[in-house]
């Protein structure tokens, strides 16, 4: 995992709702070199 901010609580949340996974998005300028999210 990489990540340049605190994710602890996001971990919290995730644990307390007993999701089955935890996803982080952000927005990039060079969507080709990394592709698109789709929900």
């Known amino acids: ?4 901010f605190d994710i ?3 971990i919290s ?7 089955l996974a935890a ?3 952000t927005q990039v300028n060079n969507i080709p070199a ?3 999210k789709k929900l």
């Open 1 to 4: 995992m990489l990540c340049d």
């Open 8 to 10: 602890s609580e996001m």
């Open 13 to 19: 949340f995730h644990k307390k709702t007993g999701a």
């Open 23 to 25: 996803i982080a998005v």
């Open 34 to 36: 990394y592709g698109v």
